[in-house]
């Protein structure tokens, strides 16, 4: 089972006095409503602040997919799965339990030993993710609950000048409706869903927005809880629907605006995710059918698992009439715990640990522990001016501080009882990792108009950073004995850029060419026991991506087209290997990957939309150290990189019906389609490839609004496809393991807003 790990966000604050003038956040009453939903401009154009300022989404020179909070809504969008089926480009691969997986952009991973992020997770302002070496960020999946939600902005390419450390693939933005001074206002929604064949989930979620001094001070709070239906069975204890999950959480933002000059926001939010056990079924060996039948494993333990995130966080907003100073602090603190039944791995091997000395009763198990408590700092100053005369420019400078306490062990646990044994046969194997993560950085961009339609954008950041880690490992599989790290730590730089070229030859339309760069640091090796020649710290790796994109609105804003195609250069790559039964890293490898996106959005009235999205990535090696090419990952040049579908695709359409006296029906569909990918690299011998079958499911949906009151009929995953999103050859006599996609489900929701 590979690592998992979880990131929290969170908050420090900032404030200024001040008086009179625009803020970044528009101050008056009726302008300040607009923020609440700030998508759209006046004139319906969608705005966006990937930039790190207000732009429209078509004059941004780089590609973007915008997702609507409402829309998601419509669509019963609740996971990172959900939405990165709708985002061409965005892969996630699945581990079996929310909150933990990897996610990347553009093909841009390494495999199931992949350990640090190359996607990136802000909430609004503050970063979500770590970016240390040995953090465990890679199996961060934050499935933060969707609900107000302004957008979710996902940017792709690196974005390493403006977003820093490990946006190799790009970043994912999930931006919150900001608190409202001038009204009140409310909504609510509650929901019910049946699994063919599986059990019954819940959603109830509801926010608030309050003025406390109009036009001045109001509070937004929203609350949630949400069953997720489970659908898998572990028929060796005997449990139904066993992944069903629950999820709780409030958010409380306050939103204070002392002068036209000055605006501050003040957010914290909390969210408890439990689940019972794992979302997988237990297959044939060398096959795609299940053992027991469908959805069903058998082990001797559950799997709970226990996400919780902690954040909060403060932005302050200051208007110099020239431009405006943002700061942003943030403090998080969350805490992973995953446990999984290893029995078929270790029992095999207590003969040997009684030749040892430590002997094991009859009906023992063994199971993995895995918790990992993380804490980040986070704070970032920044000046973004106004467009002064033919120049505009951003400058600003960024700190974080990490922390990670990763406890992995492999217990012994009494099967009837499913309680650890007492010491010291309690320990088959414990590996703690100790790390620290530190990095400071500045960064800046000047935009040059040669025309008012004609521009050219420089980037830079340079990034200081230092990285300590310490492991250590004891147990009963050492003999009792303790063995570890001596305390390592590595100092590095990097320096990152960003270059484009964008040609506005009409108000509606907009081409552009980027070349960017990123990094995802490097750090300490974490192996005990290192080779001869190994490296004892690893090198940062680095991306450039060179770009070309079309955006556009044609026939009076009722067809919005966009395009890019792209080529990626990943130098340095980060790989793991296998020496003498460790994870070993190495800086090993070279890779490209070349693909288009595009995106149409048709309203040919005002009662019909569709919209398609596609994209197409051809990732693979293009070079390999011979040490790690032999080694346990198997990689070898021209191999795809492992989890990278060819072909994303999404369809969705939907109609509006008026039936009269302010009663309007809407019925829709949606339909994802993924191509097949590779699991693994061909020769690893950790992680055997398995080549996983395409996935296509098509969702329908039906309802009636009335008023301020909408009933909407969901039906999800219609023709039932069972889709694998992961899969597990096992061990020699053991089953293989396949995560799969939830079935057909049914699904009655009620909300209403006023």
């Excluded at 390493?160 to 790009?170: H, I, N, W």
């Excluded at 995953?338 to 009859?362: M, R």
């Excluded at 009076?556 to 250069?569: G, N, Q, T, Y």
């Excluded at 996935?695 to 009151?709: C, E, H, K, N, P």
Aim: contains cysteine; hydrophobic residues 40%.
């Amino acid at each position: 089972m590979a690592l998992r790990a979880s990131v929290g966000v969170a908050g420090l604050c900032f404030a200024v006095a001040g008086a009179e003038a625009q803020t970044e956040r528009q101050m008056s009453a009726g302008a300040q409503s607009g923020t609440v939903e700030p998508t759209h401009n006046a004139s319906g154009d969608i705005v966006v602040t990937a930039s790190k300022r207000d732009e429209k989404l078509r004059d941004v020179p780089s590609a973007i997919t915008v997702l609507d909070g409402d829309k998601l809504d419509n669509l019963g969008v609740r996971s990172v799965r959900d939405y990165a089926t709708l985002t061409p480009g965005l892969t996630v691969q699945e581990d079996g339990n929310p909150g933990s997986g990897k996610v990347f952009i553009r093909g841009l991973q390494t495999g199931a030993l992949q350990q640090s992020a190359t996607t990136v997770f802000y909430l609004d302002d503050v970063p979500f993710t770590s970016s240390s070496a040995n953090g465990g960020g890679a199996f961060i999946a934050p499935d933060t609950e969707l609900v107000d939600l302004d957008r979710i902005e996902v940017l792709k390419g690196p974005q390493g000048t403006l977003y820093g450390a490990s946006s190799l693939g790009g970043v994912i933005r999930l931006i919150s409706k900001r608190p409202d001074p001038s009204r009140v206002s409310a909504s609510a929604r509650t929901e019910v869903t049946a699994v063919d064949g599986g059990g019954v989930g819940y959603l109830a979620n509801a926010t608030i927005n309050l003025p406390l001094v109009s036009d001045r001070l109001a509070l937004r709070a929203t609350g949630f809880y949400r069953r997720a239906p489970g659908f898998v069975d572990n028929i060796g204890t005997g449990s139904k629907n066993v992944n069903e999950s629950d999820s709780k959480g409030v958010r409380l933002a306050l939103g204070w605006t002392p002068s036209s000059r000055l605006a501050i926001d003040l957010v914290g939010q909390l969210q408890d995710t439990d689940t019972k056990g794992l979302t997988l079924q237990d297959d044939v060996p060398g096959t795609f059918t299940p053992l027991y039948g469908r959805r069903q494993y058998s082990q001797f333990f559950d799997a709970p698992a226990k996400v919780r995130y902690r954040l909060v966080s403060a932005t302050g907003r200051y208007d110099l009439g020239i431009g405006r100073i943002i700061a942003t602090g943030a403090y998080s603190e969350s805490r992973l715990h995953t446990e999984n039944d290893f029995s078929t791995t270790y029992v095999p091997l207590f003969p040997l640990y009684g030749l040892l000395g430590f002997h094991y009763p009859a009906n023992t198990g063994a199971a993995y522990e895995n918790t990992i408590p993380q804490k980040k700092s986070t704070a970032e100053l920044r000046f973004v001016s106004n467009r002064l005369g033919p120049v505009e420019f951003i400058v600003g400078g960024f700190y974080t501080h990490e922390r990670a306490s990763i406890a992995t062990e492999i217990v012994a646990r009494d099967i009837a009882t499913n309680k650890r044994l007492p010491a010291p046969l309690g320990s088959i194997l414990s590996s703690p990792i100790e790390d620290t993560y530190e990095e400071l950085s500045a960064f800046g961009n000047m935009t040059v108009y040669l025309r008012d339609n004609l521009d050219i954008t420089g980037g830079v950041r340079f990034a200081n950073y230092k990285e300590d880690f310490s492991l250590v490992y004891s147990g009963v599989s050492l003999g009792g004995a303790t063995l570890a790290t001596p305390e390592r730590n590595i100092r590095d730089d990097n320096v990152s850029y960003l270059a484009t070229l964008r040609w506005r030859p009409t108000n509606n339309l907009s081409m552009f060419l980027r070349a960017a760069s990123g990094f995802r640091p490097g750090g300490p090796q974490p192996a005990i026991i290192i080779p001869p020649g190994g490296q004892t710290e690893i090198s940062p790796d680095t991306v450039w991506n060179f770009e070309a994109g079309i955006k556009g609105d044609f026939l009076d804003k009722r067809l919005s087209l966009e395009a890019s195609v792209f080529h990626i250069d990943w130098n340095n790559i980060q790989l793991y290997t296998n020496y003498q039964n460790q994870a070993l890293l190495a800086n090993a490898g070279k890779a490209k990957v070349d693909g288009f996106e595009i995106a149409a959005l048709a309203r040919p009235n005002d009662l019909f939309t569709v919209g398609a999205n596609a994209g197409y990535s051809n990732a693979r090696l293009t070079e390999v150290d011979p040490g790690v090419s032999a080694g346990a990952i198997g990689a070898a040049v021209g191999d795809p990189i492992p989890q990278t579908p060819r072909w994303t695709v999404s369809v969705t359409a939907d109609q509006l019906v008026p039936l009269g006296d302010n009663l309007q029906g809407q019925f829709g569909a949606t339909l994802r389609f993924q191509s097949e990918r590779f699991t693994s690299f061909p020769g690893s011998v950790v992680s055997p490839d398995v080549k996983l079958p395409s996935i296509a499911t098509l969702d329908l949906r039906a309802g009636v609004s009335f008023q301020r009151y909408q009933v909407q009929f969901r039906v999800e995953n219609v023709l039932n496809e069972a889709g694998l999103v992961n899969y597990a050859p096992g061990l020699p006599g053991t089953p293989a393991t396949a995560n799969i996609i939830r079935p057909r489900s049914f699904t009655l929701s009620l909300s209403t807003r006023f």
